[in-house]
């Protein structure tokens, strides 16, 4: 008889997991950043329990649970089952929940029968497009939740796609737009990316349920959800940021002890595992490679010694939306400086530095 249920949610960015006792009580969770080495930090995470926990059954899910399924021989759920069953036993008075994942989104509607909706392969409007936001200014995920907190404006911002939403974003940063406004547009843009994306219409009423990591870890993310959708009641559970791996624990009933598992990750440690086929090398050989250069080296930009020089000289200035670049050249043609590097928010000022110092 087990002792303990474990779940796991592998998604595409972390790993999740839960530990229950017979009481369905969390007693023990995690979730880490598998920095696309999953074999790795799966390895890790689970070690760290085989110490802890002898008996147990355990149940793997999220987008890269088959994969691990596969690997160990544990048996696998589907992400949004589980999650309904999380929801079932722990917040049945949910009406409509909404989660947010790495590069996943997910509405599920429960009243009147389960209606459950998923975004596709874009990942856009999900914590991988945040994290592509946060770095366009200077920062992560959970710096852009602290920069919301004096937000005052909000402006529109695509969030179908990072590339648009930079489009957006950018001009904003370099125009001189408050930070704290950028990062609450960027949240707002994911509640609106969410609603239009997912929900396609359909309300979000009564009681709204929000889980996942982004969720869970970014408050403002939720102020912006609440706002919008001004349900009846929001509903922030406890471990929403692993709520799958808790639906999926509650799931399993199939037993392992640490000594059997531990001897799977052993095997698993000696095989090359690898999930994508790979691309033949660009270059078979270093005659290739050499025949390559030859053919590109026959076409050279001409340079010149900016220290022997003396006469006229002309500079161009490439101010583009994220960088500055910048040619000085002779009356030939000859390359006397240049110059690549981010505008920092500020390209007149990247500009004047450059010409004043630089040059």
Not at 72 to 78: D, H, R, S, W
Not at 206 to 216: E, K, T, Y
Not at 242 to 267: K, M, P, Q
Request: hydrophobic share 40%; glycine share 10%.
């Amino acid at each position: 008889m087990k002792q303990y249920a474990i779940g796991l949610d592998v998604g595409s960015t972390t790993i999740k997991t839960a530990v229950l006792d017979n009481n369905d009580t969390v007693i023990y969770s995690s979730y880490e950043r598998h920095y696309s080495d999953i074999k790795a930090t799966l390895a890790s995470v689970l070690r760290r329990l085989l110490k802890q926990y002898d008996n147990f059954s355990l149940m793997v899910t999220g987008s890269g649970g088959i994969s691990v399924s596969g690997w160990l021989g544990v048996p696998f759920i589907q992400e949004v089952i589980a999650g309904v069953e999380a929801i079932k036993r722990l917040i049945p008075e949910t009406d409509v929940a909404i989660e947010l994942g790495g590069e996943d989104a997910k509405i599920t509607y429960l009243t009147g029968g389960i209606d459950q909706r998923m975004n596709g392969t874009c990942a856009g409007g999900t914590g991988a497009f945040i994290d592509q936001m946060a770095s366009l200014l200077g920062t992560d995920a959970a710096g852009l939740d602290r920069l919301a907190r004096d937000a005052t404006i909000i402006y529109p911002i695509a969030s179908r796609c990072g590339v648009f939403a930079k489009s957006d974003i950018q001009p904003l940063i370099n125009d001189g737009a408050k930070p704290a406004d950028i990062a609450a547009s960027v949240f707002q843009s994911v509640v609106n990316q969410t609603i239009s994306g997912l929900a396609c219409g359909k309300p979000i009423r009564g009681n709204v349920a929000f889980l996942g990591g982004p969720l869970h870890f970014l408050p403002e993310l939720g102020r912006r959800f609440t706002e919008t959708l001004k349900p009846e009641k929001a509903i922030f559970p406890e471990n929403a940021e692993v709520f799958n791996a808790i639906g999926a624990a509650l799931s399993g009933d199939t037993v392992f002890t640490a000594a059997e598992l531990s001897a799977r990750l052993d095997e698993l440690s000696k095989i090359a595992v690898t999930e994508v086929a790979r691309l033949p090398a660009l270059f078979s050989s270093a005659e290739e490679l050499e025949a390559f250069r030859a053919r590109h080296a026959k076409t050279k930009i001409p340079f010149a010694d900016i220290a022997k020089h003396s006469g006229p000289c002309f500079l161009g200035i490439d101010a583009g939306s994220t960088t500055t670049k910048a040619a000085l050249i002779d009356t030939d043609g000859g390359l006397l400086y240049s110059w690549y590097g981010s505008n920092s928010g500020d390209p007149l000022a990247t500009v004047t530095d450059l010409s004043l110092i630089h040059i």
